[in-house]
């Protein structure tokens, strides 16, 4: 029996805010996948995409 593994790399957004409605604050919580990466090469392989992955969208509002 053969066992293959596929490593995908995922960037999320994720916000939280309050407003108020009727004299009552609602906390909102929105998450929304902005990108996904099939990665060939193992774990070793989507741990340096990730880093990429977290740096470039560290930096893109610079």
């Given at each position: ?9 995922l960037v999320e957004e994720d ?48």
């Amino acid at each position: 029996m053969t066992t293959t593994t596929a490593w995908y790399v995922l960037v999320e957004e994720d916000t939280r805010e309050s407003k108020p409605v009727d004299g009552q604050s609602l906390k909102f919580h929105r998450w929304k996948l902005t990108a996904s990466q099939h990665v060939e090469g193992g774990e070793e392989a989507a741990a340096r995409s990730l880093s990429t992955a977290s740096h470039s969208n560290s930096t893109a509002g610079s």
